[in-house]
Nanobody
């Protein structure tokens, strides 16, 4: 059974940093592209970042480019999202997702597995 478990969310102040983790089990992690999405109340799920299965290629949504960094450790079956210079508009539930291809995509419906999400709240 595939499981993706996010952790690291919390309440932080504007301008601070936070690192999210997503631990995967039940799949051959190194054969999956991984991604982070987020969803704020009343809004559609938004693409945040994706990383290729070997970690060589990353791609970011425009709203987080230059502030967030996605990385992965295939030995630990874990993908990370380092978030810096956080803004109130970054407040959302953050989800990790897995796609059995070399590269990820921005479209949420191209991912096979999802975690339950972790709440990030940025207070001003």
């Amino acid at each position: 059974q595939v499981q993706l478990a996010e952790s690291g969310g919390g309440v932080v102040q504007v301008g601070m940093s936070l690192r999210l983790s997503c631990a995967a089990s039940g799949l051959t992690f190194s054969t999956y592209a991984m991604a982070w999405f987020r969803q704020a109340p009343g809004k559609d799920r938004e693409f945040v970042a994706t990383i290729s299965r070997g970690g060589e290629t990353t791609y970011y949504g425009d709203s987080v480019k230059g502030r967030f960094t996605i990385s992965r450790d295939n030995a630990k079956n874990t993908v990370y999202l380092q978030m810096r210079s956080l803004k109130p508009e970054d407040t959302a539930v953050y989800y990790c997702a897995a796609r059995p291809r070399n590269y990820g995509l921005e479209s949420a419906n191209r991912y096979d597995y999802w975690g339950q999400g972790t709440q990030v709240t940025v207070s001003s």
